[in-house]
């Protein structure tokens, strides 16, 4: 497998990508995307994440960089959420994830150049089952409106209990993109 670049871009300003990367120890630099999610569409929540991942990290306007691009999804009964638009929009998407098991995929792509990898992260959450007062409070004073489902697993307040990958359902699968960027010779495996 060719080697990609030690200099490496996210293609996001999502707070909690950097953290996480800066987390795993990886020197980067922040070119958010400016694609239109909406018009990205796929047959399964998995595949959207993974095309809207290839889009943001293409659309990223840097030769010769590693460039990680990452979308995340909730998902209930076969519904996609996404980030809410307003506040009366989280309420309603919390509303409906409340006391219920649902699904978290982030795809991810790692691109250098013409070289490319993507791959998808799945886990499973329980929020907690919160009632209408419970719900705006927690809209109010978390401001989910940057979250897919929002709601954010590391505010500990909405989440009973998840399996899987915890970086997963923050936004950026730790364990897999960290055993890639190794895999690829971006860090030296020690993320």
Sequence with gaps: MKKF????????ASPRRREILTDMGVEFEIQPSDI????????SPR???RKLAVAKAEA????????????????L??????KPH?????VRMLGELCGRWHTVYTGVCVICDNEKICFTVRSKVKLKALGK???????????????AG???????RVVEKYRGSYTNIVGLPKEKLASVLARIGVTNGNC
Excluded: C, F, H, M
Aim: aromatic letters at 4%.
């Design 133 to 147: 007062e419970e719900i705006a409070r927690y809209v109010e004073d978390a401001n989910p409106l940057d979250k």
């Design 5 to 12: 670049s030690k200099r490496v871009v996210l293609a996001s």
């Design 36 to 43: 239109d999610e909406s018009r990205i569409k796929a047959a």
């Design 60 to 75: 990223a306007d840097v030769s010769g960089a590693t460039v990680i691009g990452a979308d995340t999804v909730v998902v």
């Design 47 to 49: 595949l959207l994440t």
């Design 86 to 90: 307003t506040k009366d929009n989280a």
């Design 77 to 82: 009964g076969g519904k996609v959420y996404g």
């Design 150 to 156: 929002a709601y954010g697993i590391q505010d500990g």
